[in-house]
């Protein structure tokens, strides 16, 4: 009995030959077990060595492996090719980004913007070694914990119809990030990180689309975390209304 197969239809792309990007036609093998990076893998293996994209880790925690699998930004290490059999199953690069090389895209714009929103804590008074560690209740770490799971895939960045249109916009997994150390009874960098969470190019520039949170692997829910830094920005805006004095 011949051995089943499924056709991937990946996006080419080669800047010295190629004036733009084009899409070519692999068969693999359908084995029940086989994820897309999988079949990628036999590709670059057994028929086309030059295939680049990117991936490391295989376990869906380094985020790597992005890509758009039939339309949707999926992790490929995760993304089973019995989901999508009888085929054919079209792999192409993160959208939103420019293209480097076939399925690899360019991050510079994303790891530049991550730093913006000082995603770690920020401590004004900083404890001795001698005095401990910051401690903290399991309700305060409760309060953040889901959006401390981000691993920076940025399929959220190619789901996001803002970020394609408005390229300026900070996006969801750094705003989201943004927000996890705002929660952080540890953290002190909640008003250092006003200036670009609060600004035009962050939390207001997301109309509230909700794909974000759609395809995140990891269910950290980026447009939640935008919307409650939204209350938190008008909850602010208020007190200074009501009790202007009230920080002098």
Aim: glycine content about 6%; some cysteine; overall charge negative.
């Amino acid at each position: 009995m011949p051995q089943e197969t499924i056709q991937l239809v990946v996006t080419r792309f080669h800047p010295d030959h190629d004036p733009v990007p084009r899409f070519q036609t692999y068969t693999v093998p359908l084995h029940e077990d086989w994820v897309v990076l999988d079949a990628l893998n036999y590709i670059k293996d057994t028929q086309d060595g030059t295939l680049s994209y990117r991936w490391s880790c295989r376990m869906g925690i380094c985020g790597s492996c992005g890509m758009n699998v039939n339309g949707t930004p999926r992790l490929t290490c995760a993304t089973f090719l019995r989901e999508y059999a009888p085929g054919p199953i079209r792999v192409e690069p993160l959208a939103n980004f420019p293209i480097i090389r076939d399925l690899v895209v360019d991050i510079t714009d994303f790891m530049e913007k991550l730093p913006r929103v000082q995603p770690w804590l920020v401590r004004q008074d900083e404890t001795p070694l001698t005095g401990g560690e910051y401690r903290q209740t399991p309700g305060e770490m409760e309060r953040y914990h889901q959006f401390s799971l981000c691993i920076n895939c940025m399929l959220c960045y190619a789901a996001c119809p803002v970020y394609g249109l408005h390229p300026e916009f900070i996006g969801p997994a750094a705003l989201a990030l943004a927000h996890r150390y705002n929660l952080d009874s540890r953290d002190q960098g909640r008003a250092a990180r006003q200036a670009e969470v609060y600004s035009e190019e962050g939390i207001w520039e997301c109309t509230f689309v909700g794909q974000c949170s759609v395809v995140c692997p990891k269910k950290v829910d980026p447009a939640g975390a935008i919307q409650q830094e939204k209350v938190s920005a008008a909850l602010d805006w208020l007190k200074s209304v009501v009790w202007p004095w009230g920080n002098r």
